[in-house]
């Protein structure tokens, strides 16, 4: 351990474009692949591919269960799957996964492409809209209602929840991330007191397979299965709108591969992964080191919290070809970090995959084109991408 503070070699409030963070990372790997800032109480970044993939499969050296974000705004609440560090993270983990099978998620289509045809219909028909802060917050409200088996009309109280824990967080409002937080516990609370009392099949209802999964202690508590449905509430809901903005900026400036999916919808699911690699929303999740380690010339002390950036991995130019372009050929894209790696690889990889599918397939064939109708707004760290995407379609 040193006695002086690490330099700084970037500074993670810096204003930021839509292009500019790539700018950045693609230094970073080159000049401080191991980097610091001090920075939100002092912080390590890896920015390589090689290194991230290494520190978030150590689950001895890197855990998850001191802080998973940075900023670190988790009111002190360490909650599962997230919070947990195997072998306490596993039955939590079994648990969701029953209910993320491939059948279950294919069953799931016919109500999840109604949801988002009726939410496009409104916005097309208005001939503007705000794909990140309208689309993309009540959308994934919806599949978080289906996935949950929640009363629907939780859905617009979801989607705003999304919207405010967004403002709330990118302001580093505490007191406002406490209000928000205390009314997704609400859906939580009810949820879970619901399946005590009317168990659903645990392969299709996430809080009943919850409920009945056994730990070597015996039954999960139940402060912890609300502590979960708090926590699966959110990472569904905070990544979309960064994400669905990205792709729309993405699509904006490049007409012709609209008009290649559009003309091609059967290339639209290579088209998510590599949106995926691309616009990677959640630029990075945080692991403590429970030791101190040594990596490439500089040691990151014990209990320091390193934050993975999976959006700069992404764009590792090591591992992936010409990496700030859009390309359908790439062998090795499903080895892309959006989802993470190791033990707490995004348990909605799949859901996720359908959402968007759906998503695209169901934009490009109600528009013959998008337009900017205005600025974007960007989010900040921990995710990347904008929050507000102003949008003008011009209906097929
Ligand atoms: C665009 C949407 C999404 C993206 C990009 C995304 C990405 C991620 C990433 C990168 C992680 C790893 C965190 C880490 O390394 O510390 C993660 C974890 C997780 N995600 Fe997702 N996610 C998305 C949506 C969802 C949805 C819809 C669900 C629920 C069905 C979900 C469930 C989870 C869970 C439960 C974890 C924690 C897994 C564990 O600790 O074992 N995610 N997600």
Redesign the pocket.
């Known amino acids: 351990m040193t006695d002086t503070p690490p330099q700084d070699d970037f500074d993670p409030h810096v204003e930021e474009t839509f292009d500019s963070p790539h700018v950045e990372y693609r230094r970073m790997r080159a000049e401080c692949r191991v980097a610091h800032s001090s920075a939100h109480g002092g912080f390590w970044a890896l920015t390589r591919y090689d290194d991230i993939v290494a520190a978030?499969t150590d689950n001895d050296r890197f855990i998850?269960s001191k802080i998973?974000v940075i900023p670190n705004m988790s009111l002190g609440k360490r909650r599962p799957?997230?919070g947990k560090d195997p072998p306490e993270?596993t039955p939590f983990?079994r648990a969701?996964d029953r209910t993320?099978r491939h059948s279950r998620i294919t069953s799931m289509e016919p109500a999840l492409r109604a949801h988002a045809a009726r939410e496009l219909e409104r916005m097309i028909a208005a001939g503007e809209g705000d794909i990140s802060s309208d689309f993309a917050t009540i959308y994934?409200a919806w599949?978080e209602v289906e996935?949950l088996n929640l009363d629907p009309s939780n859905a617009p109280l979801l989607a705003e929840v999304a919207r405010l824990y967004n403002i709330a967080w990118r302001n580093e409002n505490l007191d406002a991330v406490a209000q928000t937080s205390a009314k997704l516990y609400d859906v939580a609370t009810g949820v879970v007191e619901d399946r005590k009392r009317n168990p659903r099949p645990v392969e299709s209802d996430p809080a009943s397979a919850l409920l009945a999964e056994e730990t070597p202690d015996g039954p999960i508590p139940d402060a912890y299965i609300i502590d979960t449905i708090r926590?699966?509430l959110v990472?569904?809901l905070m990544?979309?709108p960064p994400?669905f903005g990205a792709i729309c900026v993405h699509l904006v400036r490049h007409p012709d591969l609209q008009d290649e999916l559009r003309a091609n919808p059967d290339r639209i699911p290579a088209a998510v992964e590599e949106f995926?690699r691309l616009y990677?929303?959640?630029r990075g999740?945080a692991r403590t080191t429970t030791c101190d380690v040594e990596m490439h010339g500089r040691v990151i002390p014990k209990d320091d919290p390193v934050t993975?950036v999976?959006a700069s991995a992404n764009r590792d130019e090591r591992v992936f070809d010409d990496p700030d372009t859009f390309r359908f050929d790439r062998e090795n894209i499903r080895q892309h970090l959006?989802?993470?790696r190791g033990?707490?690889?995004?348990?909605?990889a799949g859901?996720?995959r359908l959402e968007m599918r759906i998503f695209l397939e169901e934009l490009l064939s109600r528009t013959r084109g998008l337009e900017l109708a205005g600025e974007l707004e960007m989010t900040r760290l921990p995710e990347l991408g904008p929050t507000s995407t102003p949008l003008r379609f011009i209906p097929a």
């Open positions: 978030v998850t998973n799957p997230l993270h983990r969701l993320l994934p599949v996935w926590q699966v990472v569904g990544a979309p994400l995926l990677s929303p959640y999740f993975m999976y959006a989802f993470g033990a707490h690889q995004c348990a909605g859901l996720v």
